[in-house]
């Protein structure tokens, strides 16, 4: 690790963040928290119905996507939100400018960590979770589970980007750790539950101007949205019979709505990066 840290400034400030999480244990209590989530789900997400048995694997990732959609964003939010209010308040930000390393790099080099750490989190967790359904469920086919679980990591892991980079731009933005907190509250409260309760609204009422194009497009406008949709569409979501399920008749292929997280993140880069070059110290 000393001879990469010698020649790469960024992988320094990632080691740093990846340090820091490890320090604090909160790699170890938000792998505690999917984990749980996951295996709660997975064997015990039944219960309700007054038997216990394993899911259908479509079943399955419905149920897990809902409830990762609110829990993802919000640890991403934990991560993310004091990367540089925090750093200002403390003075360490103006200590890490004053060394020969651009605000590009400090920027991709917090993403880098942060990225790691979301994935270190979100692969022992729905990981371990897809070797213990195996294990105990005979039914299961384990090309169709390592599918569809890899394809929930990677899209669980791009939400998490998403929602960091929106933190990065909220605590570039703000001048105290509690405003940053509470200026992302709001955007995880806007994104994953009023936005998602009104596209449902709109879905259900069947009102006339909602053809397929207008739900693509209201989809692809929200980032939480394409990652059910992407979860949905991975496994046969009309046979789930929920609601939610109605998010998975978009038109678009996996390629399409991969691109489009991608876009979201690149977006994000980009306004992070020129939000934290203006900001004056």
């Known amino acids: 690790m000393n001879s990469i840290s010698l020649t790469s400034p960024i992988l320094v400030i990632a080691y740093k963040e990846l340090r820091d999480s490890l320090r604090n244990r909160w790699i170890l209590f938000m792998g505690s928290i999917f984990m749980l989530l996951s295996l709660s789900v997975t064997f015990a997400g039944s219960a309700v119905t007054g038997e216990l048995a394993l899911p259908p694997l479509a079943n399955l990732m419905s149920s897990l996507s809902t409830t990762s959609v ?25 200590l890490l400018l004053s060394y020969p390393i651009s605000r590009s790099q400090i920027l991709i080099g917090k993403l880098l960590g942060h990225s790691v750490v979301m994935l270190i989190t979100t692969s022992c967790a729905f990981g371990s979770t897809a070797v213990l359904l195996l294990v105990f469920g005979s039914q299961y086919s384990v090309v169709e589970v390592v599918s569809v679980f890899g394809q929930f990591i990677i899209s669980s892991n791009l939400l998490a980007l998403i929602f960091i980079l929106l933190g990065y731009i909220v605590s570039l933005r703000a001048t ?18 009023i936005y998602d309760l009104l596209l449902l609204t709109v879905l259900v009422s069947d009102v006339v101007f909602m053809d397929k194009q207008v739900l693509n497009i209201l989809i692809a406008l929200n980032p939480t949205d394409l990652y059910r949709a992407i979860n949905l569409v ?3 979501a009309d046979s789930t019979g929920t609601a939610f399920a109605m998010i998975g008749e978009i038109d678009w292929g996996m390629s399409v709505m991969y691109s489009l997280m991608l876009v979201w993140i690149c977006a994000l880069v980009v306004i992070s990066q020129r939000i934290f070059s203006r900001k004056p110290l």
Do not use: H, M, N, R
Not at 71 to 93: H, K, N, R
Not at 178 to 193: E, P, R, S
């Open 70 to 94: 609110f829990i993802i964003p919000l640890a991403a939010i934990l991560l993310s939100y004091d990367s540089f209010v925090g750093e200002q308040e403390a003075g360490t930000l103006l």
């Open 176 to 193: 105290e750790k509690a405003k940053a907190v509470a200026g992302l509250l709001f955007v995880w409260f806007i994104l994953v539950l």
């Open 234 to 236: 991975s496994v046969d």
